[in-house]
């Protein structure tokens, strides 16, 4: 099966984790694929892969085939097959799963994906030049899909990037560790090859007007959630603070993690609090750990409670990071910069809707206690960047700061769409591409009418 780095040997460096499948053993995976009549996997996945149709194409070694088949509905076939959370989608739906393991979809899709990379990508086909001007608003999944699906349409696609690379989160939020920067910038290379026309350092909504995006024939937006929480204590403006955005951001994108070559200001305390307890809060303590820190992660409820996946836990714990759980942090002490960060106990109260429990600060003299800290990093949610938005008042707001979409992607605005993070608030890569991928439909459907 597929291999995991040792983790003594794997904290020293950014180099990728899983090791992925052998051709022997991608194969006798594949073979275990019941070739459902009625896929259940299919139905799991939100871009709908034929998955029982690459895995047949692997079983008979014509991986040429598989790959062309995982194409067909996603661009993006080495970053799915590396970060999708499998086991809640395609793999939690395997008939297999009920018994016994289920097939590892991912592990195939990664194999497939890393195969053609190999070989040479082939890039699909693209349709019929319609003479439709299309503007897609940020090059995270959610707009790389809706790029290329436009693009494959024959409309005339340019997208249009805040940042100095594209790919979003992809690029400047997963540490390469878990998706490796080539192979992002791989598959983005594809989209491109369509035909769209990427404009990287362009803000929507500052260096290109909403004038300027409304003109276009139709507009997808695809802005994501960027825009993190805070706990709003005290002493959060201290040297030393961090959302997990930008500390990921400042590793990713500026080679924090390249250091001694790169001088990148990122402190490298050895004591390090990582608050929260989704993925990203195991991303920003797995690379503080490789960045040579001791890293502590408090987080409000139980160890059983953590909303992050189960592998991810696993990896983050065998790193070295420690797990301080049913504590909240109550104000971040120091000077200039950071020298530690109190806490208080929570006591664990009835479930609430998701089941868990409903954390309370205990009272008490026992009920608080100090750590050491030199940086603390926040990873406690995010929601979208309200910049472009609030420069749109007729779009429709959805909760917590979304745009409002109907179920084929449409905003309030006739020619106007978006997808992704932006209208579902912060949720998955392969979400974000079904989003939009639903969204490009629509739009090529409102195309071809106002052309008739
Ligand atoms: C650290 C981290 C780890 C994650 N790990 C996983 C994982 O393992 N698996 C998984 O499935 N999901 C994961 N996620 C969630 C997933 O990455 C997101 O759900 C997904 O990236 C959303 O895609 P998107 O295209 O909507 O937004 P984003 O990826 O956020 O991309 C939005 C893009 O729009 C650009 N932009 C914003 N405003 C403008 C503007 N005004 N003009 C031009 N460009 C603009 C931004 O710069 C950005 O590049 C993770 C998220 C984070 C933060």
């Known amino acids: 099966m597929s291999g995991k780095r040792d983790a003594a040997e794997r904290i020293h460096d950014f180099l990728e984790v899983d090791t992925g499948l052998s051709e022997n053993n991608a194969v006798l995976e594949a073979t275990r694929c019941m070739e459902c009549v009625r896929p259940k996997c299919t139905e799991g996945c939100p871009v709908n892969i034929n998955i029982p ?62 195969w053609e990379r190999k ?43 805040s940042l100095h690379a594209p790919g979003g989160v992809l690029t400047y ?3 390469s560790f878990r998706l490796p ?22 803000i929507v909504g500052r260096s290109v007007s909403v004038d300027e995006l409304l003109a276009y024939d139709a507009v997808f937006l695809g802005m994501g959630a960027g825009l993190p929480s805070f706990m709003n204590i005290e ?32 402190i490298k305390g050895k004591k390090v609090v990582v608050v929260g307890g989704g993925n990203v809060a195991m991303d920003a303590s797995r690379v503080a750990r490789r960045m040579g820190a001791e890293v502590k992660l408090v987080y409000r409820r139980r160890m059983e409670d953590l909303p992050a996946r189960q592998d991810e836990i696993k990896n983050a714990a065998e790193e070295g990071v420690e797990f301080i759980c049913c504590a909240n942090p109550t104000k971040i002490l120091g000077e200039v910069t950071v020298s530690g960060i109190e806490c208080v106990k929570m006591d664990m109260g009835k479930p609430d809707e998701s089941n868990r429990p409903i954390p309370t600060p205990m009272t008490g003299p026992d009920s608080t206690f100090t750590l050491e800290a030199d940086v603390v990093i926040e990873a406690i949610g995010q929601s979208p960047n309200p910049l472009l938005l609030s420069l749109m008042p ?44 639903k969204a490009a439909a629509a739009m090529n459907e409102y195309l071809t009418k106002i052309s008739e």
């Open 53 to 114: 149709g690459f895995i047949a194409a692997v079983v008979k070694k014509d991986y040429a085939e598989a790959a062309k088949i995982l194409k067909a509905d996603n661009m993006l076939p080495a970053i799915c097959g590396r970060v999708c959370p499998q086991e809640t989608q395609c793999q939690g739906r395997c008939v297999l799963g009920k018994k016994e393991r289920p097939v590892r979809i991912g592990a195939l899709e990664r194999f497939v994906a890393d």
């Open 119 to 161: 070989q040479g990508i082939v890039t699909p086909a693209v349709g019929k030049p319609t003479g439709k001007r299309v503007a897609v608003v940020g090059s995270g999944p959610a707009g790389l899909t809706a790029a290329a699906e436009l693009a494959r349409y024959g409309h005339s696609v340019t997208l249009f990037e």
């Open 173 to 175: 939020g997963i540490p």
């Open 181 to 202: 920067k080539d192979i992002v910038r791989d598959e983005i290379d594809q989209v491109l090859k369509l035909g769209v026309d990427l404009k990287l350092n362009h």
């Open 235 to 266: 002493g959060e403006g201290l040297n030393g603070v961090y959302s997990a955005n930008e500390f990921l951001t400042r590793v990713n994108l500026m080679h924090a993690d390249s250091f001694p070559d790169y001088d990148t200001p990122v």
């Open 394 to 437: 007729d779009l429709e707001r959805g909760r917590h700061g979304t745009v409002f979409v109907n179920s084929s992607g449409m905003t309030s605005i006739l020619h106007v769409f978006a997808g992704g993070d932006i209208a579902t608030g912060a949720a998955t890569v392969i979400e974000a591409m079904g989003t939009a991928k």
